[in-house]
Antibody, heavy 120, light 111 residues
């Protein structure tokens, strides 16, 4: 059974860069036509799609595009998220996820989520 | 303001049927893109409930049914149970944003 596990700092200072890693367990990140990405959920609010990576091409939410980078490390079976110039509005539960490709594909697998707080 | 509009809350008594709507536009649901539904139980990650408008992943009871028409989609839950109390989200793709989009979520209360 595929499992996704987020890791990274739980506290980030304003204006700094948020960095998270997702480790894929129970399957290869290189196999199959899947996209790997990130979704976040501010406390008490709804889900926001951040972006994903598919065969090396990245797709980002336009509202975050200027600050987001998603990359894959196949040797470690991991993918990562970097979000620059963070503010308190970026405080959220961050989920890593696998979608069945790009476009209107479902999120088939979710990590358990990791809370990132932006505060000095 | 979410691209896909859901009612903030719905409720029903045990055993009853409820529906949750997801209204989009010509750049997402109306453009023919699939709609997917997720169930988020308190304190847990969302779980895929319906994919491709009306398909259930293995293990999802047939009490959950998805449909799509025009610029909207719906999730119907029959035989309501206390365990169904959760937040429900729809998701699709928007070709003007070139991004996946979620509805704002609907909180289901079982009375």
């Amino acid at each position: 059974q595929l499992q996704l596990q987020e890791s990274g700092p739980g506290l980030v200072k304003p204006s700094e860069t948020l960095s998270l890693t997702c480790t894929v367990v129970g399957g290869s990140i290189s196999s199959g036509s899947y996209s790997w990405g990130w979704i976040r959920q501010p406390p008490g609010k709804g889900l926001e799609w951040i972006g994903n990576i598919y065969y090396g091409s990245t797709y980002y939410n336009p509202s975050l595009k200027s600050r987001v980078t998603i990359s894959v490390d196949t040797s470690k079976n991991q993918f990562s998220l970097k979000l620059s110039s963070v503010t308190a509005a970026d405080t959220a539960l961050y989920y890593c996820a696998r979608q069945g490709g790009v476009g209107a594909t479902a999120v088939e697998y979710w990590g358990q989520g990791t809370l990132v707080t932006v505060s000095s | 303001q979410s691209v896909l509009t859901q009612p903030p809350s719905v409720s029903g008594a045990p055993g009853q049927r409820v529906t949750i709507s997801c209204t989009g536009s010509s750049s997402n649901i109306g453009a023919g893109y699939d709609v997917h539904w997720y169930q988020q139980l308190p304190g847990t990650a969302p779980k895929l409930l319906i994919y491709g408008n009306s398909n259930r992943p293995s293990g999802v009871p047939d009490r959950f049914t998805g449909s799509k028409s025009g610029t909207s989609a719906s999730l119907a839950i029959t035989g309501l149970q206390a365990a169904d109390e959760a937040d429900y989200y729809c998701q699709s793709y928007d070709n003007s944003l070139r991004a996946s989009v979620f509805g704002g979520g609907t909180q289901l209360t079982v009375l």
